[in-house]
């Protein structure tokens, strides 16, 4: 009874700060502007269950697609078993499933959970090899520093010790089981966990008893402190990588989004009828700090996983220039937690003097953008730095006058000549008579 209280009671405070976590998330990512996305919806259904649930942009590298896949599917189902233990937790019941699925079917459920937490463990295991002593650089760009290499390293360490303790569990279960021992029912297959027996022969049945407790109490309460250690770092894509991709940019990726706001000012130059609304806020140009961003764009911004794969393939960064894709979507979540706080805590009209624009990012990065658009094609959830980076740059030049020199003539060609070359629209086709 007790332990069912204990129990009860910490599962309460896990789901109650989950939810006032995600729920300041959603009011972050609500700041930015409204933006259309439920068009097409049969197409974002097919983009979600491709990119997110099949995970099809992963297999570009098939050994690290392969590990992840385990993973991501292991953790997922062999946490289906959690379904049981709060049960048994709340109730104080042991395999409670076994009474309502057939015991043929619940221990093939129980085997096949072992093998994919071995699978999560040997994955989980190699990932850390490959951070920490082959040190792929893409891990360690100047952007990765000690917290962001810290968080990834963290959650693989939690995940081999939750499926360490869930294997651990199962076997002084499965002893305790053998021995008759109290409320211990026979129930359950554990081809893996049953190689770990020899650890616990000699061992006493009350001491049996305590470690199937240790184990199953931490295996729980871990669970419970990873769901609410997930809203706080990268690997909040688990939940986010499924919305994020059923909205989806559909349109073709060398498209640019007009502008409303400088929409209307071409129809007020070509209707001298249609009169500004005074009364309102100006319309800024582009973007300069988070809130100018669509909601769409900061969804980007917190489904991030760090992977490196969108800075590893662009071309700005290969080449030796300061820009990187996923340092700009870190930045961007940065920027939104700081400008999220701030208004939680002093209201909409909260400003603190800072901006995404100069204080995070800066005018170096973005005009070391090509546009080539690598860096979305290879982000394994959809998200579209470009985007980011192209509202910061109309900022930069429709409202600042700030460009390289090179922009800034073309510029002036446009608007004198009509074309970005510096000769008259009468020459244009000059070059065709010099037979070249």
């Known amino acids: ?103 043929g079917l619940y221990n093939f459920l129980i085997g096949t959970f072992e093998y994919l937490a071995l699978m999560v463990w040997v994955a989980c295991f190699v990932f850390l090899i490959r951070r920490n002593v082959m040190k792929i650089s893409r891990f360690w760009s100047s952007e990765m520093k000690i917290g962001p290499r810290t ?129 309102g806020v100006p319309a800024r140009f582009g973007a300069k700090d988070v809130a100018d961003l669509t909601w769409k764009q900061l969804m980007d911004a917190y489904s991030c996983t760090e992977c490196g794969r969108c800075t590893s393939e662009c071309p700005a960064n290969i080449t030796g220039k300061k820009l990187s894709p996923r340092k700009i979507m870190m930045d961007t979540r940065d920027r939104l937690e700081e400008f999220g706080m701030g208004v939680h805590k002093n209201g909409a009209a909260f400003d603190d003097g800072k901006s995404l624009l100069f204080d995070y990012v800066s005018e170096e990065e973005l005009w070391a953008c090509t546009s080539c658009n690598a860096c979305v094609q290879a982000c394994p959830v959809n998200i579209d730095p470009l985007s980011i980076i192209l509202d910061l740059r109309r900022f930069l030049v429709m409202e600042q006058s700030s460009a390289p020199s090179e922009i800034n003539s073309m510029f002036s060609n446009i608007e004198n000549n009509g074309a970005p070359w510096k000769f008259p629209s009468s020459d244009r086709m000059v070059w065709s008579e010099t037979g070249v």
């Open 1 to 103: 009874m007790i332990q069912g209280i204990v129990f009860t009671c910490i599962l309460i405070l896990s789901i109650y700060f989950f939810s006032k976590r995600i729920g300041q998330i959603r009011k972050n990512i609500f700041l930015g502007r409204d933006e259309a996305r439920n068009d097409r919806p049969w197409d974002r259904w097919k983009v979600m269950f491709r990119v997110a649930f099949g995970q099809s942009k992963m297999a570009a590298r098939p050994t690290v697609a392969l590990l992840h896949f385990f993973v991501y599917a292991g953790f997922i189902i062999v946490n289906i078993e959690i379904l049981e233990i709060i049960i048994d937790g709340i109730f104080g019941t042991h395999r409670v499933l076994s009474f309502y699925i057939p015991m």
């Open 151 to 279: 968080d990834a390293n963290l959650i693989l360490i939690i995940e081999i010790l939750l499926m360490t303790a869930f294997l651990m569990m199962n076997a002084a279960d499965y002893l305790l089981q053998k021995q008759n021992y109290g409320h211990y029912i026979v129930a359950g297959s554990f081809p893996v966990s049953n190689y770990l027996r020899p650890l616990f022969l000699s061992f006493s049945t009350d001491t049996l008893f305590l470690v199937e407790r240790f184990c199953w109490w931490f295996h729980i309460v871990f669970i419970l402190l990873f769901l609410n250690y997930v809203p706080y770092s990268k690997h909040l894509h688990i939940l986010l990588s499924f919305p994020n991709t059923w909205y989806s940019n559909l349109n073709a990726k060398g498209a640019f989004t007009n502008m409303t706001s400088v929409t209307n000012e071409v129809k007020m130059m070509l209707d001298p009828t249609i009169v500004p609304d005074v009364n």
